[in-house]
Nanobody, 124 residues
């Protein structure tokens, strides 16, 4: 599976960005996730979605502001980010792992495939 992330950029606090991850290769039955890594910090899960799209997970700090979605026909996973805060500044990565219909995966060690990362910078 190859992953290509896009959509990062510079935005003011309170603004919105939409990240997109395009998958190619063997994408059948994959759980997907978005992670982020800020300078000097460990990579952390932001959101995850099951293969069916019916189960979603969000880290507490983004609940109510971010929405993860997927389109299996197009092999894409998006992360809509609203009400952005300076603390959301990080490099964002999409990731994929073989999974069943309904499970989400929130541990980065569970993921086999990673995109290249896209920078999100939120100014105050």
């Amino acid at each position: 599976v190859q992953l290509q992330a896009s959509g990062g950029g510079l935005v003011q606090a309170g603004g919105s960005l939409r990240l997109s991850c395009a998958a190619s290769g063997r994408t059948f039955s994959t759980g997907m996730g978005w992670f982020r890594q800020a300078p000097g910090k460990e990579r952390e899960v932001v959101a995850a979605i099951s293969w069916s799209g019916t189960t979603r997970y969000y880290v507490d700090s983004v609940k109510g502001r971010f929405t993860i979605s997927r389109d299996n026909a197009k092999n894409t996973v998006d992360l809509q980010m609203n009400s952005l805060k300076p603390e959301d500044t990080a490099v964002y990565y999409c990731a994929a792992t073989p999974g069943n219909l309904y499970n989400t995966y929130i541990n980065l060690m569970q993921y086999n495939y990673w995109g290249q990362g896209t920078q999100v910078t939120v100014s105050s």
